[in-house]
């Protein structure tokens, strides 16, 4: 049966006691968070806001304090909620005296696949994940990418509907992440929803639609990539442009950037930018270029966690 969401949150909560003084850290506040199966997801946020403590509840690895987790629109306390899921953590250590191929017949029994079909998916997975030459090799001898495409491959073994990836390219060079990216890219289309927990923020802006961001164990933002870093502003590109026509436009308050034999305006209205442009046209400007600004994920994660002090 197929439900509308792969991930549903609703009020989570968890709060840890301590014993000096019984004080209470919320690690996760009144949470909210609805992903839609399918697509690819990133929750983003500072050192500290919960991001771990958040995955680790979807999992039932951690218990909520309050509020509910739900895979596929079961609880996901039930272990059959889990069933479907993918699970790659951060730092993760497999036994180094398997060879690749051995790990992966391992945690594929642990899964519950018989070994006829453990036979039948693990050389295709190795092939997958750029690893069929290294299938016999003892994991002692992987590089940190080659470690991280192995977890990746024992995620995917047992055709999961929800990947979930702590931290995937975390240590890994810009070769190895690029590899991985690649890996996921080739899973678009299948259905999968992938659900990534990262700090990188430009591996998600590259790979995810949608993105969450975290700010003190509560959900600070939300929303579809495209939109969240769309049009702030207006940006006018023009040359030939007198100085006294220059000390008119800058009484707007808006900003002028010196570029390569031209000037750059940057407005804030759309109004604004109007403006400037009749005052290049009337001081016999030449305007170049004319186009909606846009802020990059960094910009957006910036202005949403910039209060925050990192843990």
């Not at 000096?20 to 806001?49: C, D, M, Q, W, Y």
Request: glycine fraction near 10%.
């Amino acid at each position: 049966m197929r439900t509308e969401y792969a991930i549903q949150a609703d009020g989570l909560e968890k709060i840890y006691r301590t014993r000096f003084r019984g004080r209470e850290i919320k690690a996760v506040s009144n949470l909210t968070l609805h992903v839609p199966e399918g697509v690819k997801f990133g929750l983003l946020g500072p050192n500290g806001a919960g991001k771990t403590t958040f995955v680790k509840m979807l999992l039932s690895a951690v218990n909520p304090t309050s509020g509910s987790a739900k895979l596929f629109g079961k609880d996901a306390r039930d272990p059959e909620a889990r069933r479907p899921v993918g699970y790659l953590p951060e730092n993760h250590r497999f036994p180094t005296y398997f060879t690749g191929r051995g790990m992966l017949d391992f945690y594929g029994a642990l899964s519950g696949l018989d070994a006829l079909e453990r036979n039948k998916r693990i050389p295709g997975l190795l092939e997958l994940v750029g690893l069929k030459d290294w299938g016999d090799v003892r994991i002692k001898k992987y590089s940190k990418g080659m470690l991280q495409r192995l977890g990746l491959a024992q995620a995917l073994l047992h055709k999961p509907r929800l990947l979930v990836l702590d931290e995937p390219t975390d240590g890994v060079d810009p070769v190895g992440r690029r590899e991985i990216r690649d890996i996921l890219n080739g899973l678009t289309g299948t259905g999968v929803t992938i659900f990534i927990n990262s700090h990188l923020l430009s591996e998600v802006e590259s790979f995810c639609e949608y993105v969450a961001i975290l700010k003190s164990g509560e959900l600070a933002l939300e929303g579809k990539i495209s939109s969240l870093i769309a049009g702030r502003g207006y940006r006018v590109r023009a040359s030939g442009v007198p100085e006294a026509a220059l000390a008119e436009i800058r009484r707007l308050g808006v900003s002028i950037l010196p570029s390569a034999d031209a000037i750059e305006v940057q407005a804030v209205t759309l109004e604004q930018a109007n403006t400037v442009i009749d005052k290049i046209r009337a001081a016999q400007g030449f305007v170049e270029s004319f186009s909606a600004s846009s802020s990059s994920l960094e910009d957006v994660f910036i202005r949403t966690t910039k209060s925050e002090k990192a843990a």
